[in-house]
């Protein structure tokens, strides 16, 4: 019996096929370390996965890559989710990437949904716990790490928005071992405060930097919080159990900052505008008025005791008049009031002498040190200049004795 002769492309479609109605191959997840890898200009992206004995050729194309929250390098050790499928074209079997992620964050990715799932149970994320975040704060807590970019970011959007907001630093740390710990404590002492709102996070990093974020303590720290709680951690693509609970969710931490402070330039501009509206307001309501009296008694006269006879509608012209007169005077003063207010306000702004060249020192806690009996040799402090802040210990300490 003669056999049938296929051709090369019969058979690649046939083992396709039988590859693709397998049901461990076409939903499987593979651990291995990335080798050959290449980004292709379409957003393609092509590799090998191999372990000590084998490898495997692979792909992610561009709309399964853009989810990726991480950037895969050469040498990296990684677990990833597709099917294995045959390249017709060149008969080479390969694995067909849909998802992506380091190996060893699959865990954090399961304790994150697991204690995920168990707060919104209790109710931590419910509205209805949520408290309002006040329009016009005078004082706002900010709990982070007293160095680096997010509080210089912070501060500088707070100075251009409310040059009179006080501001208050209660350094943390915010990754690494004791950093759920120490935002535990620096939330507590935010909520001791005077402040209206409090902002707590960091700036962008892995799952493992953010983590402290995605701690339970921490969640449950923000959850009794009297004073509500505005959560920034990290761009605007991460997403922490920090951020569920909270009374709102920035999605960085500069934003955080226009979120809690009011832009006072806004706030002249509407009074003005509302002052504008009285007054034509009123203006049209003396003009209405005057028409109808006038209207009436067009055809009367007016006496007062000791005066000559005048039209009314004459009468009602100058009191027309005096009227205008006495509500643009009122207007202006009310302008030059609020002018005056908004001096007072930038010359009690805690960084109007900060411009001058002064600068004012904070221990660990965020509390403003006026005396050298406060700190001890090995204290960490902080310096606040008019542009930013910076970390210092105390190395040698001596009284001014002139001071006395």
Known sequence: MERPIYRVSQ?????????TQDVLLTNLQLGGEISNFKRHSSGHMYFALKDELAAISAVMFASDAKTLRFFPKEGQKVIARG?????????????YVRHMEPDGIGALYQAYEALKQKLEAEGLFDASRKKKIPSYP??????????????????????????????????????GEGAAESIVRGLAL????????????????SIEDLWAFNEEKVARAIAVMQHPVISAVGHETDYTIADFVADLRAPTPSAAAELAIPQVSEILERLASYQSRAQNALKRRIEIERRT???????????????????????LDMLGERLTEACAQRMKERREALTQMGLRLTYLDPAHPLRRGYAYITDDQGKILSSVKAVQTGDWI?????????????????????GK
């Open 83 to 95: 099917s294995i499928s045959l390249y017709e074209k060149t008969g080479q079997y390969q694995f």
């Open 190 to 205: 935010a909520d001791q405060t005077e402040a209206d709102t409090v902002i707590v996070g960091r700036g962008g990093g």
């Open 11 to 19: 058979i690649n479609a046939y083992v396709k096929r039988m590859l």
């Open 138 to 175: 005078r004082t706002v807590a900010m709990v982070t790490s007293p160095t680096g970019a997010v509080i210089q970011d912070m501060t500088q959007i707070a100075r251009r928005r409310h040059p009179g907001i006080r501001l208050i630093l209660i350094p943390v740390m915010v990754q």
């Open 382 to 402: 902080c310096a606040h200049l008019a542009d930013g802040q910076f970390g210092a210990r105390v190395e040698t300490i001596g009284e001014d004795t002139d």
């Open 293 to 315: 009296l006038a209207q009436i008694l067009s055809r009367g006269i007016y006496r007062r005791p000791g005066q000559m006879l005048m039209p009314m509608r004459q009468e």
